[in-house]
Structure formats: C-alpha cells, structure tokens
C-alpha cells in the first residue's frame, strides 16, 4: 500500500529545489527574460574626422600629411565622405608670392585591395561635399585607408585669416541592439 502522504511530500520537495539555489537561479532567469524586449538590428555609425587650420606663413614651406585606418567586414552599410576646402589666406595673398603648388588639400581613400574609392585633389575652395559609398556587390573587407597631404598658410597676428579643410568620414555598420545595453554589437 502506497502512502498519499509521501507522494505529496516528494512534490513538495521537488518544487522546492527547483526554486531555491542554483536551479532556483536558472528559472527566475528565464522567466525575467521573457518578460525583457527582443533584440534588434540597429546601424553603428564611427566618425574619422581629420580637421585642420594652418596658423602661419611659415606652414607653406612645409606639407601637412595625415593617415587614418578603420576596418570594413561584412556588417558594413555604406561609406560617406564630407569634404570642405577654404583657402582664405592664400586668395588674399599675392599670387607671385606663392606660386602653383604653394596651397593644396590632396585626400584619397583606399580600400584593403588597395583600389582608390575616393579621392580629391584642389586648390582652391571646395564647398562642402558629400558623397556615399555602397557596397557593389560588397567593400573590401580589411583596413581601408585615408591619405592626406595638404599645404596652406595663414596668419598669426590676429588668426582670423586661414587656410582650412575638414574630412570627415562616417562609417556605417549594421549591428545587433539588445535592451537595456547601451552598446550595439
């Protein structure tokens, strides 16, 4: 003859070491993340800005050069390049003065192969542009890379007049975003 007092005994127990300790951990944590909200697919955006202002005179004589990496993979969207030029100080200077090849912004962005995606050499104003690159079918997948050389002038005395440029270059990743987690991933 079976008992009907320990059957409820060995329930009472089994349920208790399902909610209490380690395993007790488990099922609370499954049902919290029931209630949280699912993840979903967001865009990451990282900014390479290179912006700069020549001081002096003296900044003709010698050339400015930058160099900047960031990796392109699969989750990669789209490339956007935003490009100003202002040559103030060399409009306002006697040409004889400083020649062809005395103010100039040369800027080229080249993919992990190695193939020039972008690319802008002037001297003179450039308003702001912007253009985007899509994948066509895919990017390169590795270190792209931006080069810049750039020569201009500018004055010390009241440093109102100077040549400058700004790169900026946005690169757009798809990424997963879970709640509650700041960083998408």
């Known amino acids: 003859m079976a008992r009907p007092g320990l059957g409820a005994i060995l329930l ?7 909610t209490s300790g380690c395993m007790g951990l488990i099922a609370a944590r499954e049902a919290v993340e029931e209630l949280r909200e699912p993840a979903y697919e967001d865009l990451n955006n990282e900014k390479i800005t290179v912006v700069h202002s020549f001081q002096n005179i003296d900044d ?3 050339e400015y050069t930058n160099r900047s990496t960031f990796t392109v993979d ?7 390049v935003y490009f100003k030029v202002s040559f103030e100080a060399s409009r306002n200077l006697p040409s004889v003065l400083l020649g062809n090849e005395s103010h100039y ?11 020039v995606q972008w690319e802008q050499d002037v001297s003179e104003d450039a308003s702001p542009l912007e253009e985007s690159l899509l994948p066509n079918p895919s990017f390169a997948h590795g270190e ?8 201009g002038g500018g004055e010390s005395t009241f440093g109102s007049i100077q040549d400058n440029f700004v790169i900026i270059v946005t690169i757009t990743n798809s990424c997963i975003q879970y709640p509650l987690v700041d960083e998408c991933y």
């Open 144 to 151: 792209w890379e931006l080069d810049i050389q750039a020569r």
């Open 12 to 18: 009472v127990v089994v349920l208790m070491a399902s």
């Open 105 to 115: 912004v040369r800027a080229t962005l080249t993919d992990a192969e190695g193939n």
């Open 60 to 62: 003709y004589l010698t």
């Open 74 to 80: 699969d989750q990669t969207n789209e490339i956007n």
